[in-house]
Nanobody, 119 residues
């Protein structure tokens, strides 16, 4: 059974920091690209960070320079360090594991963790 379990969300003041974690089980973790997405109430889900199986990272302009994604393949965990948080970062944050390789097209979502940034 595949599970992605996020943790580390909470309430923080504007300018503060949080570190989210996503623990995976049931997959060959090192083969998967991992993304963090977020969704605020009434808005579409938004990609905020990607780390590939080859450790290439990417970010949209909205979080570049403030968020850092990393992974520990031995622990099967991925992290999102979020600094200089803003009220507009308030959202539920989800991790997403993707494997597209040859005929394999496999993906899984976590259940999400809430981040609330107060002004």
């Amino acid at each position: 059974q595949v599970q992605l379990v996020e943790s580390g969300g909470g309430l923080v003041q504007s300018g503060g920091s949080l570190r989210l974690s996503c623990a995976a089980s049931g997959i060959v973790f090192k083969m998967y690209d991992i993304q963090w997405h977020r969704q605020a109430p009434g808005k579409q889900r938004e990609l905020v960070a990607t780390i590939t199986s080859g450790l290439i990272t990417s970010y949209p302009d909205s979080v570049k320079g403030r968020f850092t994604i990393s992974r520990d393949n031995t622990k099967k965990e991925v992290y999102l360090q979020m600094n200089n948080l803003r009220p507009e970062d308030t959202a539920a944050y989800f991790c997403y594991a993707i494997l597209r390789w040859g005929a394999i097209d496999d993906s899984y979502w976590g259940q999400g963790t809430q981040v609330t940034v107060s002004s």
